[in-house]
């Protein structure tokens, strides 16, 4: 007697066990079981690469081709080299500083400040720039030829300038009075090549007030 209420005992547990198992249909017939919706731990796929940002200024700046030559090419790094090499260049025309022109000029536009410093020097004047204060520097126009890049900048600064004679005397311009005036200088680059650097191609004549001594040769009549 004892035995068969054992045995009686087991056989509820296992038809217990077994509906708590396969009582709910998952198979064929009946209602399957409505499943959750997964639930995102944050994890991303190591093999999806992310959607490259879309920056509007792009397009609008007409730096798409640019872009599709080097799609690492970021604008806010491209103005901030821009905005130093504006004032770089400006000390080192006045300076004659003819080896720091050599990393930043193209050969051709290397060759018209290397004239314009010769020609000062056979005259036995010195160069006197002081930009007071650099107003606004902007992407004005973008495009390609082959794999090289070009990128005019629009500079629009308050500054001075004039010319010194061997005896110290100011013969050209005014080194006192701040002129505004506004140029457009355009960079270049091979997008392909190993340099990273944009070198200075072209200068377009200043506009605004006048100045008698050019703080920057023209490359553009």
Request: hydrophobic share 40%.
């Amino acid at each position: 007697m004892f035995d068969v209420i054992i045995y009686a005992a087991l056989a509820t547990v296992v038809v217990v066990v077994f509906y708590s198992v396969l009582g709910k249909q998952t198979g064929f017939g009946g209602t399957p079981e409505e499943k959750a919706d997964p639930i995102d731990f944050g994890m991303e796929d190591p093999n999806r690469k992310p959607a490259p940002d879309v920056n509007p200024e792009i397009e609008r700046l007409g730096l798409s081709a640019i872009t599709q030559l080097d799609p690492s090419f970021s604008i806010s790094h491209f103005m901030s080299g821009a905005t130093a090499a504006y004032s770089i260049i400006l000390e080192a025309f006045a300076n004659g500083d003819r080896e720091r022109l050599g990393d930043l000029l193209t050969d051709d536009t290397y060759a018209v400040y290397d004239e314009a410093i010769t020609a000062r020097e056979a005259a036995g004047q010195t160069q006197i720039t002081d930009l007071g204060r650099l107003r606004k520097a902007s992407i004005k126009s973008a495009k390609t030829e082959g794999s090289v890049g070009y990128i005019s900048v629009l500079y629009e600064a308050d500054l001075t300038s004039a010319l010194r004679n061997a005896e110290g005397e100011i013969v050209m311009g005014d080194p006192d009075v701040l002129s505004s005036v506004s140029e457009v200088w355009e960079f270049q680059r091979d997008m392909k090549g190993s340099d990273l650097n944009w070198l200075l191609a072209n200068v377009e004549p200043s506009e605004g007030e006048p100045l008698e001594a050019d703080p920057t040769p023209d490359t553009t009549a």
